[in-house]
């Protein structure tokens, strides 16, 4: 069983609604670039694949893309964009199940390697994927930073949007590098609804050692998509690493 939240179908149906900067061009675009150029002429596979928002319009981009994902309902939203024989897709936990074949690239976007919530599993997440990658294959992970510095002592919550639709907010465990990120989103009617998403926060230094012990060297570490170079000061970066 993996430690991930389980998107159920009411959350799988205003998901892409809920997350349309995401799918904004300029956010978009130069991930489905670097991660076309990283593919080359092989096959990728995307962990946690969600609805597509990544792996469809890279199929699209000529590269072929298998998914693996926890969540049915959010695998029930991808097939009424594109259908099973344009772009498979796996129901299981990315920490270990497994799909036929060799791929060029298997990547891993928008902070969800946090999803899988033990140090254990985030392991076994590159192991997954080393297992899937061909000699000279590469594993990207996008993922923040944790924004620890911006926690007084005292103060257990740093918010991430403030606004009159939307108010969010995570709170940190620094002792076992459990997260939780709270939203409370404003509804049609005025009403206000509440979610939460947990996961485990994880310094760029702990995902190399993951990676050494799955057999992967590091390649690349920037702080986004554009390539704009990693610093202290990077409230993110997108790693490549790969299989020798």
Known sequence: MSSADLWDTETAERYDDEATEMFAPEVLGPAVEHLARL???????EFAIGT???GIPLRSRGVPVTGIELSAPMV?????KVDEQTLPVVVGDMASTTVPGEFALVYLVWNTIGNVRTQEEQVACFENAARHLRSGGRFVVEVGVPCLRRLPPGQLAVPSDVGEQHVGFDTYDLATQQAVSHHYTREADGRMRYGAHHYRFVWPSELDLMARLAGLQLEERLADWDGSPFTSESEKHVSVWRKG
């Open 76 to 80: 029930e939203q991808l097939r009424r």
């Open 39 to 45: 593919a080359g002429n092989g096959p990728a596979l």
């Open 52 to 54: 597509g928002r990544v």
